[in-house]
């Protein structure tokens, strides 16, 4: 596991990301304040004409239940909005709107596959440390299903609806299992909300009471975090040390 604190998350997670992007290659994408910077220096970067997504497809994380599709705050709608339209990748996601839902989990999962597995999954965390909707107390092997949103989840995301009420009950999430298969893992997190997640997840015990440090269990795995979301990590001056001392040779 490696830990970036940086001022621009943005820019070093698109560095992370772009040694990624290929004809052929697979993303996982992640909805969410958390990415939006990324996506926005992933285009910058295409617009500058030193990045391509010719032959890229997409992934994402998870969609609310019940939802449809052309609901601004849909993930459907949210990450073609803020990236992939914008960017001309071929992306798939959950399907909030199926009528068979463990069906739709079960495609979703085979999806995946198909395509050959994901190289490169970006990732947000919650304020209660979960990645993707994987709430407290999800399995840590789970695949693509359904679950349940805590109050908290509901109340941070209600921001984005009109109201706490407006905001599913109902989500179709990719599992932590599902997360693991991922060949890299780039989680970005900033402002001092975040900074107990991700002590727990990068310093805490592999626990299903904070998700994201199932994490821990994978082999390549970067957090980029700002100084406030680092403030609560014990080994910060290591951290900081590791990364200047990175070797040339050694990619992201």
Same mark, same amino acid.
């Given at each position: ?14 560095? #992370? ?5 290929? /004809? ?21 970067? %295409? ?33 073609? %909005? ?15 709107? #199926? &009528? +068979?839902?463990?069906?739709? #989990?079960? %495609? ?15 990732? !947000? ?7 993707? $909707? @994987? ?11 359904? &679950? ?8 941070? @995301?209600?921001?984005? $609806? +009109? ?13 932590? !299992? ?15 909300? &975040? ?23 994978? /082999? ?13 990590? %014990? ?5 900081? $040390? ?11």
């Amino acid at each position: 596991m490696e830990v970036v604190i940086t001022s621009s998350p943005g820019e070093v997670a698109a560095d #992370a990301i772009s040694g990624h992007v290929h /004809p052929g290659a697979v993303l996982g994408l992640a909805t969410g304040s958390s990415p939006l910077p990324v996506y926005e220096e992933l285009l910058r970067r %295409r617009d500058a004409g030193t990045l391509s997504f010719d032959g890229v497809r997409a992934f994402t994380l998870d969609e609310y239940l019940g939802l449809p599709r052309s609901h601004p705050q849909s993930y459907h709608s949210v990450i073609r %909005r803020d990236f992939t339209d914008r960017a001309g990748i071929e992306v798939d996601g959950p399907d909030g709107e #199926a &009528k +068979d839902v463990p069906a739709e #989990a079960a %495609r979703y999962e085979a999806a995946i596959a198909a395509a050959g597995g994901i190289d490169v999954q970006l990732l !947000g965390i919650g304020t209660d440390g979960h990645i993707g $909707f @994987n709430e407290p107390g999800s399995s840590l092997a789970s695949r693509t299903r359904t &679950k349940t949103l805590t109050p908290q989840t509901r109340q941070d @995301n209600a921001r984005f $609806f +009109d109201s706490v009420e407006e905001v599913p009950v109902h989500v179709l999430t990719q599992g932590l !299992g599902t997360i693991l298969d991922a060949r890299h893992v780039v989680l970005v997190a900033t402002g001092a909300t &975040k900074a107990a997640a991700v002590a727990a997840a990068v310093e805490g015990p592999v626990s299903a009471f904070c998700p994201a440090s199932v994490l821990q269990l994978h /082999p390549h795995v970067t957090f980029v975090v700002d100084p406030d979301a680092a403030s609560e990590l %014990r080994l910060l001056d290591y951290y900081r $040390f590791t990364v200047a001392h990175k070797p040339d040779w050694q990619p992201w």
